[in-house]
């Protein structure tokens, strides 16, 4: 297969799992995604720890690799997806856990109809 035009998420996606159908024949789509969870970031957050941030784009890469690989095994439209989780995201009102510094979204501010369902 052709080098991809790596600008494009459907493209890239396209390619890493035909990569991926002829490296790990057999592969199961949920041990994958347990790889990405159990290793994959694992593996980033501790480069990040040790190495700092000059050093992760490997590994950052990796689970990229996996989720796109993923999207392509779950026919999910990746470049869309996005898209859409934006839209929501963008219109939602972002609160602060000050216990665990994370975000979480509250209120939405304005939706429309979606058709879809994220959380
Ligand atoms: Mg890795």
Not at 10 to 27: C, K, M, N, Q, V
Not at 63 to 89: E, G, H, P, T, Y
Not at 94 to 106: I, V
Request: negative net charge; proline residues 3%.
């Amino acid at each position: 297969m052709a080098s991809p035009n790596w600008d494009s998420i459907t493209e890239a996606s396209l390619y890493i799992h035909y990569w991926a159908d002829r490296t790990f024949p057999g592969r199961v789509p949920e041990r994958a995604l347990s790889k990405l969870v159990m290793e994959e970031i694992p593996e980033l957050l501790q480069h990040r720890k040790e190495r700092g941030v000059d050093s992760i784009a490997g590994e950052l890469a990796d689970c990229f690799i996996l989720l796109m690989d993923l999207a392509i095994c779950w026919n999910v439209d990746l470049s869309q997806a996005i898209r859409d989780k934006m839209r929501i995201n963008e219109r939602r009102m972002w609160q602060k856990d000050e216990a665990t510094g994370h975000y979480h979204h509250g209120i939405e501010l304005h939706v429309e109809s979606e058709g879809g369902h994220c959380d």
